[in-house]
């Protein structure tokens, strides 16, 4: 059974910073992203980040520049370093796996809040 674990969420001030991880555990067949995405109150699930099986990522053009997410292989973890954080980037923030059967993976999502 596939897990997928995230931690990191918070309350943090605007232009504040947080780091969001995310680790996956059991039987995934291989995979060909992981990668971030959020949920706002009356808004659709979008993509924040991702990166490839190769290393390439990919950035929502609302976060390049402030953010950046990584991959440690060894640890099975995908991390999301969130820097100058804004209002408009409060939302609940989900780890997900696309895996090499194009299985989808979702973890059960992380509060984050930008308030003052």
């Known amino acids: 059974q596939v897990q997928l674990v995230e931690s990191g969420g918070g309350l943090v001030q605007p232009g504040g910073s947080l780091r969001l991880s995310c680790v996956v555990s059991?039987?995934?067949?291989?995979?060909?992203?992981m990668g971030w995405y959020r949920q706002a109150p009356g808004k659709q699930r979008e993509s924040v980040a991702t990166?490839?099986?190769?290393?390439?990522?990919n950035h929502a053009d609302s976060v390049k520049g402030r953010f950046t997410i990584s991959r440690d292989s060894a640890k099975n973890t995908v991390s999301l370093q969130m820097n100058s954080l804004k209002a408009e980037d409060t939302a609940v923030y989900y780890c997900?796996?696309?895996?090499?059967?194009?299985?989808?993976?979702w973890g059960q999502g992380t509060q984050v809040t930008v308030a003052s």
């Open positions: 997900h796996v696309l895996d090499g059967r194009r299985m989808n993976y």
């Open positions: 059991g039987s995934i067949f291989s995979f060909l992203s």
């Open positions: 990166i490839t099986s190769g290393g390439e990522t």
